[in-house]
């Protein structure tokens, strides 16, 4: 996005919008905060940063980008500092009285997410940086956070109130991900596989796995109610807690949804084979499971375990549907929030979806380059 | 060693191979030749049923290849193609070690093979063993594609362009390493080709076809001289002549002559001379203990035809 622009935002909002709000419990709403109350001396900061990326953006040169970067970084400084800072205003009162963050502070972060998915460091050592630098981010507000410095926010206040709820939620949600996704990948790459070698079968399998992917969740779970309240009538089915509400729905509805990435993945990674290398296998006399347990399936892997990846990312954001039909999850709180209108229930829900979706499609991708420099190199 | 009696392949409508026979002998070059489309690869595959004929017999070894199980005969013959199929994510020498290891050999005995095919293509193993096949050069891959196909030391080698994807500098490299292969080895390899001077170089025999069918079968020289029909005669047409000096060393006109004049080396072909005589002039060059004349290399590929 154009510099000039995010930077002008940047200043506009930090000047105009509203970084939080001072409520005496939860539900009442409360006392705008704007920058200068919430940040105090740091709203200079925050500003200075903006403007040095505005003149930044005016010249051309190799370093350029990299203080950029470094300048693009004292936004979320300054954010932390005036995190840090504003509680000890004391303009707390009220029976349970929080600090809600608002409209503002998150638009900074958007801009400072913006500013950075730009920026293109000239040389490969540098690209430490950006990760370091947010590590110690995390680092610093999980301590933050350990010593008890934030437990005047609201975010926190939810969390303390719900915190065992939050890691059985956490622990549900981590099952229902991880294991609607190995049940999907246990039928889908054999689909996939089959797709592959006999391509009268492709439209017949991809098919019926597009059409999947576009019915609506909440009519999926519909359509899945009465089959599974009839299944669970059945002793087996009913001792694990088979029903037409609950975690069932969810994790039949995440498996069928994350099918068709890993299909369709594992499709293109065995069409991606060189036809001459099979040919060579072929007439040097390897039999069918010789040619594919030594030579198809290591040459596929790779784009098999993307899909493999996209279809686990995919799953983490959907699973917040479970707290919908009673399945647990982060979702529930998403759901709960939503009807109690309490915003930072909701980002109880939310913010740690996104923190693990971050992490986990990242930390799979360096598995994925790893591994594929090992195939081919 | 191996026989085609009327031997046809239909693809529907299409008929690739007709009613062809022919035999190659134990040890000898056989060079499959011919345009684009005339069913010389489709031939080749017949052998080891990678394509299965709708017609005739075809014997290896004096048996016919239905009574082989299809990946026991495979394992018993060697396999080159144009784009050599190495496979991409092992290293060269577990490339090479492919069929031993399918036949499951011992481990000391497929590692030893392996260094010494490496070695029999003019490879350093030592700098090879390790290589995957993204790092190698065309015509590296190739001798690996080569070596891979030895491994198993089969008595039957069959080769689908193997030197076309290669410049031609590296071509004719690969050429002379691999006559010299075959003058240690012996193998009974069935050879196809399009390039008319490769097959000149390199055949025993060469067999022509087109559409389907064999035209001539005969040895370089007298395909050459001999051409049965106006088809092979344009196939081959002058310089076909002149590629058949290079089947022929310079000593191999060798006149007990002196001659202080111009030398040319032991290890070079009459064609070489040829060009040579041709550019610099002269009529006599000093060679191999003696000398060799432009009458001399007239008279002697005159007499050969006879």
């Known amino acids: 996005m154009n510099r000039k622009i995010l930077a002008l935002s940047g200043i506009l909002s930090a000047l105009f919008l509203n970084m939080a709000e001072t409520k005496p419990n939860r539900i009442a709403s409360g006392i705008d905060q704007d920058s200068f109350d919430f940040l105090g001396p740091w709203v200079y900061l925050l500003l200075a940063a903006w403007v040095m990326v505005m003149t930044l953006s005016f010249y051309k040169g190799k370093q350029k980008e990299t203080f950029t970067l470094i300048t693009g970084i004292l936004v979320p400084i300054s954010l932390l500092l005036g995190v840090f800072y504003f509680p000890g205003k004391g303009y707390l009162s009220g029976a349970s009285p929080r600090i809600s963050l608002s409209i503002g502070f998150y638009t900074q972060l958007l801009l400072f997410y913006l500013l950075v998915s730009g920026i293109e460091l000239p040389k490969r050592n540098l690209r430490w940086i950006l990760p370091a630098f947010l590590f110690v981010l995390a680092a610093g507000l999980f301590l933050m956070a350990m010593t008890g410095y934030l437990k005047n926010y609201s975010l926190m206040k939810e969390y303390l109130v719900k915190r065992s709820q939050f890691f059985t939620h956490l622990g549900t949600h981590a099952v229902l991900s991880i294991g609607s996704t190995v049940s999907a990948a246990l039928m889908a790459i054999p689909l996939g596989y089959l797709a592959y070698r006999r391509s009268s079968l492709e439209g017949r399998i991809m098919v019926p796995l597009s059409i999947i992917e576009t019915i609506p969740s909440l009519s999926l779970f519909g359509l899945l109610l009465v089959p599974l309240s009839t299944l669970g009538g059945i002793g087996l089915f009913r001792a694990i807690g088979v029903s037409g509400i609950g975690w069932a729905p969810a994790y039949v509805a995440l498996t069928l949804y994350a099918l068709l990435p890993i299909a369709r993945n594992t499709l293109a990674g065995f069409e991606a084979l060189e036809p001459a290398v099979i040919d060579a296998a072929q007439g040097m006399g390897m039999t069918r499971s010789e040619i594919l347990r030594r030579v198809e399936l290591p040459l596929a892997l790779p784009v098999v375990f993307t899909g493999i990846r996209i279809a686990l990312v995919q799953t983490i954001g959907g699973a917040v549907l479970a707290g919908l039909v009673g399945g647990g999850g982060l979702g529930s709180f998403v759901f709960l929030g939503l009807a109690e209108a309490s915003q930072d229930l909701v980002l109880l829900g939310v913010i740690p979806i996104v923190v693990i979706t971050v992490l986990v499609d990242g930390g799979l991708k360096i598995l994925e380059d790893m591994y594929r420099r090992s195939v081919y190199d | ?306």
């Open chain 2, 1 to 306: 060693m191996i026989r085609f009696e009327g031997v046809t392949k239909n693809y529907n409508e299409f008929t690739a191979v007709n009613d062809i026979s022919f035999h190659a002998e134990k040890g000898e070059i056989l060079i499959i030749l011919g345009p684009s489309g005339c069913g010389k690869s489709t031939t080749l595959r017949l052998v080891n049923r990678m394509v299965e004929r709708t017609g005739g017999n075809i014997q290896i070894r004096g048996r016919d290849i239905d009574t082989y199980d299809q990946v026991e005969l495979r394992r018993s013959i060697g396999y080159v193609i144009q784009s050599t199929g190495l496979f991409p994510h092992m290293t060269v020498g577990k490339n090479i070690s492919v069929v031993p290891n399918l036949l499951k050999w011992d481990e000391e005995r497929i590692k030893d093979r392996a260094i010494e095919m490496l070695q029999l293509v003019g490879l350093d193993h030592n700098v090879y063993w390790n290589k995957k096949p993204s790092e190698l050069s065309g015509g590296e891959a190739q001798r690996i594609g080569v070596a891979r196909a030895l491994a198993s030391d089969p008595d039957i080698l069959l080769m689908d362009e193997p030197f076309g994807a290669v410049d031609p500098i590296n071509r004719l490299r690969l050429q002379r390493e691999f006559m010299r292969i075959q003058q240690k080895l012996h193998k009974t390899v069935l050879f196809v080709t399009h390039d008319v001077d490769e097959a000149i170089l390199l055949g025993d025999r060469i067999c022509l076809m087109d559409q389907g069918r064999i035209v001539q079968i005969d040895t370089p020289e007298k395909i050459v001289m001999n051409p049965l029909n106006e088809f092979v005669e344009s196939f081959f047409k002058g310089e076909g002549a002149l590629t058949l000096l290079s089947r022929r060393s310079v000593c191999d006109a060798v006149e007990k002559v002196e001659f202080s004049g111009k030398t040319i080396s032991p290890d070079a072909s009459l064609k070489d001379a040829v060009g040579i005589m041709l550019s610099t002039g002269e009529e006599r060059l000093s060679t191999c203990g003696g000398s060799i004349s432009w009458d001399g290399i007239l008279r002697m590929m005159r007499g050969d035809l006879k």
